[in-house]
C-alpha cells in the first residue's frame, strides 16, 4: 500500500464553535500565518503540521487538567489553617487582631454574662466574585445550618464584649484557647482563658477578665490539639470605648 | 503596538527585581563556599521573563507591582535553584556565557548552593505574610509547592529518558514533559500566582495552565532551535550544547521519528555514550541529519503554532480586563517569544 | 509530499451506522455540488435504518416505536435537510398519503406539566405556547449571530410579560397603560443615566408597585444589553430587589389565585438564571454556556439563589423526564448539566419557529429515513443491510513515517445474514400507500431465511452474534475515509484500538454516559374523554416514574392498517435503570428479562397510576379496566396487555446519550483531525449542541461531512456558533 496516494482528510481552517463573538481572535482562519517557515505559499503540509500541532498541544494540556480536577477532587478539601500555626501562635495572633474580619463570624455579643448557655450557629456564606468549583472556594463556605453548642461562662466585673467564632469540631474534640492577646505590645495577656469539654453537656468556654486590665481589644486563637488546626478565635473587647484598631471592612 | 514594550518591561520588572532580589543574597558567612556562590547565578542576569510575567499579570488584575515583588522574587531564587542543579543533572559545561558553577568548584559544593538557593526561595514565599497576609501568601506558598513538583517530576521524566536511552518517543510525551518541567515554572505558577494576588480570591486558575503551557512550549522550542541555530549568528561557531548532552529536543525526537534504520542504529550508540566520550564529528553528523529531514524547520512549524495557540488562550483569559500597558505586555508575549534571538 | 486524489477516482465513504447523523453525512456529502464526488456505502446491521429513531410496522400494519420521538421547533439543520429530502422526494400526493413535509409534521403546541399538590393529587398545567413567525428550516437571515447578550435581554422581556400577565387582573388597573409601552423613551441612555435610574429604583421604594416593577425590568433589559460597563455587585443588588418585589407583590395574591405560584416558580428560576449568568460571567466567558457545565442545572439554579420549591416544580422536572436526565436510570438521580440545559431551554423556548412542538404523522422510520433512503438510493448511495461492525482497526503506529497521522486501516464487519444471489436488499413495505420498515426482516429475501426466522435470530440485539459470514474492508481498497456515525454506547464494543491508544477516546467513554430507555404503546378501544382525560392532545411531561412522559397519539391511527381503527393510541417513557448484568455481553437473557420487567412496570403502572390522570380507567382501586385495550387475540384481564407492544432498549447502541455535569468537556468532534482518515458522528459528539436530540445527530453529521469535504460551510450549521 503506498502511502502516498491514500485519501486524506483536508485541513480544516476552523474546527472549534465560535461561543462568544467579542472575544474572536484573529479573522476567520484561526492560527495565524507562521513567519519565516520555510514552507512554500500555500503549501498545505505546513498548515497540516500547524494545526496537527495545536489540536496535538491542546490534547496535551487538557489531559493533564483532567488528571489534576480527578485528583483535586480525590483529595480532603485544602484546609485553610496549615499545620504550623500552633507553633507560631504568637506571630500569628498579631496578625490576626488586624485581619480578624477575614473569617467567616457569627458574633454574638454579651454584657456581663456569667453561666448560662450561648448557642453559636455557623451561617452559611454569600460565595462572592467567582465562584469557581476549585477546591479554595470551600475555604469560605461554612455549612449551612449546623449548630455548635458552647457554654459561655465570663467571670469579671467590667464591661466587657465578647465574641466567638467557632468550628464544629471545636465543641467536640480537644482544643486548645490560647491565650489573647492585644496588639499593643505593653498590654499584659488574658491568660484565664479554657475551652473545657464537659461531659454530659456542651464544652464550656470561660474568660476571666481581671479588674486591672487596660481597655482594648484581646484576640487570641482555639487551635485543634490533635491536628492543630486552627478551629476558633476568641475576642474580648474591654472598656466602653469602641477600639480604633477593629477589624478591616469585610472584602467584598 | 509597540515593538519595543516588552524589552522594555522586561528590563523595568527584571530590574526592579533584582533590586529586591540583592536583599536575600546579602553576604553572610559562610561567604566563600556557600553566599558568594549563592549570588553567582542570580547576577549572571537573564531575561527575567519569570517574574516581570508575574508582575505584568498581578498589575494587570489590578494589584500593585510591590505587592507581587517577593513572591517574583521567590521565583527567580528557585529558577536559579533548579538552574544550578540542572547543569549538574545535564553535565553542562556552560551558563550564560561562562562555566557552570559545578565545572568552577566541583559538583558537590554546587549541589549545595543549589539547596540554599531553594531555602532562600521559601523563605521570600514566607515573607509574602507581611504583604500579602497569612490566608494569601499560603495560598501562594501551595502554589509554589505544586510547581516545584511538578518541576522535578518534569525533569524526571526528561533524565529516565536519557538514562534509558529512549529512542521511541513522540510529540505528545515531549509536550507533557515541558509542559510539567518548564512551563509550569516559566509561565504558568507566574501567571497563576499575579492573578491571585490581583484578584485576591482563590479562583478557578486552571484557565491559566492552558495559556502558559503554550506559550512556556513555544518559548522552550524555539529555545532549543536557537541553541542548535544561533550560536553560529551570535559566536561565529557552532555550538550545539544540547547535542552534545544529547537532549530529548523536538528536533531530536523527530530526528528519531524519521531517521532509517541504519542512521537510528547510529543515533542510538551516539546517544548511549557518556558524554565526555561524545566527538565532535558524531554531533557534526547529527546536525546534519537533523536539516536533511527538516527537523528544525518542523520544531520551529510547531514552536509557531503554539505561540499561535497561545495568543488565542491569552485573548479568552483577558479579555474582561481593562486596557493596560500590562495586558499588552503579556498578549505580546507570544510574539516575542518567536522573535527574539 | 501530499499527493492530491486523482481527478476522476471518487473518494470512497464508508458510512457505518443509519441513524440521524450518518443520513446527515450521506445526505451532505451527495449533494450535487459534489458531482459524485463522494462515493457513500452505507453498512447498517440488521434490516432497517434509523437507529435509535428506527420504527417498524406490527400486525395490523400498526406502528411500533423505540419510545417518544418529538421534534421541537428549534431543530434548524433537521428540518432544513427533511424539507430538501421531501422536496427531492418529490412523492404524488393522490397516490401517498404523507407527500410533502407538511403532511408528515404537524406543530403541536400544547404541552403539559404534572404537578403534584399538597394534597398528594395530580394536577396538569397545560401551556399553549404561541406560534411564532416562520417555520423551522428556513433560511436565516444572513449574520445572524445568537449572543448571550439577546438571550439576557430575552429573559428580561420575559420576565415583563410575566409580571404583566400576573398583574393583569389586577383592580389598579391604570397601570395596565404603563405596561404596554414601557420602553418607550429607553433607548440611547447612557451608562449613568442607568445607573442614577438603579439607584433611584432602590432608595425610593419605587419597586413596590407594579408600575415600579415593570419600569425597572425595563431599565434591566437596557442593561443587560452592555452588562460588562456595569459593576458586577450593582446588577445583582438591582436584579434581587427586582426578584424580592415581584415575590412580595406575588405572594400578597397567592391566597385569591393558588395558579400563581407556579407562575412565581418559573420567574424565580428566571431570576436565578439571570443572576447566575451575571455572577459566573457567562454572559463574558468564551466558553459561553459550557462554561457552566460542571454543574448539575438544579444545584447551579439553588447556587444562584432559587428557592428550594421553584427547583423541585414541576416545570423543572419536566424538563428533567424530556432529557432522561437520570444518571444510570435511577430515577433519585437527576443531572444534567447546567450550561447544557440552559442552552437548551433558551433554544427551546426563544428560537423556536412555527410551533414549540412539531410531531410526526406516522412513524419516525417511516416520515424520515423510509424518505432518505429513497433519495440517497437515487443518489447513488449504497447500502448494505445485516453489516454489523466489530472492529475499527487502526494502522500499526511503528509503520507510520515522519509527521504522519494515524489512520483506520480496516474495519471488521460480521454479515448478519447474505440476501438470495447477492441482489440487493429491498427493505420497504407499503401500508397504506406508505413506504414503511417492516417490524421483522423480509426473511424471503435472505439466504437461509426460514431457519433464521424460525430460530428467531435478534439482528438488533447486541447480545445475539449470529452470522452468516465476516467481511474486512481495508483502506484505498474498499473505503478511503470512514464516518462512525455509531452510538457511543457501541464504541467500547468496535474501537479497543482507539480507546486502547488514544487517553481522550477512554475519556470520553468514561465521562459520556448513556442511559437506558423503557416504552409502552397501548391500543385503546375507548376514547380518552371516556377515560376522564378531557384534554386536547397533548405531550406530557413531570409524570410519576417510571413512565413520567406520555403523549396523546390518536393522530397515527389511521397511518395505521386497523380494519375497525381503535379510539384511543398513546404512548408511555422513560428511562429504565441499570442493572450489573447490563454491560455484560455473554449473558444472552439479558435482553429477555429486561423486556420483562418492562412488561410488569407497564402493568403496574396502568393498575395503579394512570387513574390519576385518567379517572375513569380504573375499575377498582388499583386495576385497570383491562378490558379497555385493543386485544385481537381475546385474552382475559391483564392478559390482554401482551398484545400491545412496548420496548427495553438496552442494546448498548440504544442507549439514549445523556449530558452529565463534568461530561461534555471530554466530548470529541467530528472536526477532529487526530486520524486522517476517519470521523464520527452521533448525539454523543461535540456538535456544538450536547444533546441527546436528533437535532444534535443531523448537525454532528453535517460537521462530519464538512470534516471530509470541506461543505458544508461551518457558518451554514445552524446554532454552531452559538454561546
Known sequence: ?252 | MTSDLVPRLLEDYGNRTRVALCEYLRPRAPQRHLYNLVADYPRRGGRMLRPSLCLATARAFGASADEALTSAVALELLHNAFLVHDDVEDESDERRGRPTLHAIHGVPVAINVGDALVVLGIRALTDNRRTLGTRLALCVLEEAAHMACESVEGQALELGWRRDNALYLTDADYLEMVLKKTCWYTTIFPSRVGALIGTREPQSLDRFVRFGFFLGAAFQIQDDVLNLQGDEARYGKESSGDLWEGKRTLMLIALLRAARDDERTRLSAFLSLPRPERRAADVRWVRERMAAYGCVDYARQVAHALAGAARHECTALYAGLPRTRDREFIEALPGWVLARN | MKVERQEGRPVKVAIVGGGCASMAAAFELTRPVHRGRYQVTVYQLGWRLGGKGASGRGPAGRIEEHGLHVWMGWYENAFRLVRECYEELGRDPVRCPIAGWRDAFVPAPLVGVADRDRGGSWTVWEQLLPPTEGLPGDPLPSGQRWTMRDYMIRTAVLLRSLLANVFRADPGGADSAATENPSAGTGGWSTQTVLDRIARFLRYGELATLTGLVQAVTVLEVMLGGLSQYPQNVALRFLDAIAGNARALIEARLDENPELRRVWQVLDLTFATLRGEIRFGVFNDPRGFDAVDEYDCREWLLLNGAAESSVSCGFLRALYDLGFSYEDGDPARPRVAAGHALRGIVRAFFTYRGAFFWRMQAGMGDVVFAPFYEVLKRRGVRFEFFHRLEHVRLVDPGRLAAGDAPYVEALAFDVQADVIGGREYQPLVDVGGLPCWPSTPDYRQLVDGVRVEHERWEFESHWDRRRARTRTLRVTDDFDVVVLGIGIGAIPFVAGDLLARDPRWRAMVDHVKTVATQAFQIWLACDLKELGWMSPPLTLAGFITPFDTWADMRHLLPREGWPTPPRGLVYFCSVLADSAASDDRSNGSFPAAQREEVRRNAIRFLNDEIVHLWPNAGEAPRRFRWDLLVDPTGSRGEDRFASQHWSANVSPSDRYTLTLPGSTAYRISPLDGTYDNLTIAGDWTECGVHAGCVEAAVMSGRLAAHAVSLSPPLEDIVGYDHP
Open chain 1, 1 to 252: 500500500m503506498n502511502g502516498d496516494q491514500r485519501f486524506r482528510r483536508p485541513a480544516l481552517p476552523r474546527s472549534q464553535p465560535i461561543r462568544n463573538w467579542s472575544t474572536l481572535f484573529g479573522g476567520p482562519a484561526g492560527a495565524p500565518a507562521p513567519p519565516g517557515a520555510s514552507g512554500r505559499p500555500g503549501d498545505a503540509s505546513v498548515g497540516d503540521a500547524i494545526s496537527r500541532s495545536v489540536a496535538l498541544g491542546y490534547r496535551v494540556v487538557d489531559e493533564y487538567l483532567q488528571q489534576g480536577q480527578r485528583a483535586a477532587q480525590r483529595l480532603a478539601d485544602r484546609s485553610y489553617g496549615p499545620a504550623n500555626v500552633a507553633h507560631d501562635v504568637q506571630d500569628v495572633t498579631a496578625r490576626m487582631v488586624r485581619y480578624t474580619s477575614e473569617l467567616l463570624a457569627t458574633w454574638v455579643d454579651f454584657l456581663q454574662v456569667s453561666g448560662g448557655a450561648a448557642e453559636t450557629r455557623s451561617t452559611a456564606a454569600e460565595t462572592n466574585g467567582a465562584p469557581g468549583a476549585s477546591p479554595d472556594g470551600a475555604a469560605y463556605a461554612a455549612p449551612v445550618g449546623q449548630a455548635t453548642r458552647v457554654r459561655l461562662e465570663v467571670v469579671t466585673s467590667r464591661v466587657v464584649t465578647v465574641s466567638v467564632e467557632l468550628a464544629p469540631e471545636a465543641a467536640t474534640r480537644p482544643a486548645t484557647a490560647h491565650a489573647l492577646r492585644s496588639a499593643d505590645q505593653d498590654k499584659p495577656r488574658l491568660t484565664e482563658v479554657s475551652l473545657r469539654p464537659d461531659a454530659g453537656g456542651p464544652a464550656v468556654l470561660r474568660v476571666c477578665v481581671p479588674d486591672d486590665q487596660p481597655a482594648g481589644v484581646y484576640s487570641g486563637l482555639v487551635v485543634d490539639d490533635e491536628a492543630s488546626r486552627l478551629v476558633g478565635t476568641i475576642n474580648v473587647r474591654i472598656g466602653g470605648s469602641p477600639d480604633d484598631e477593629r477589624s478591616r471592612p469585610t472584602p467584598p
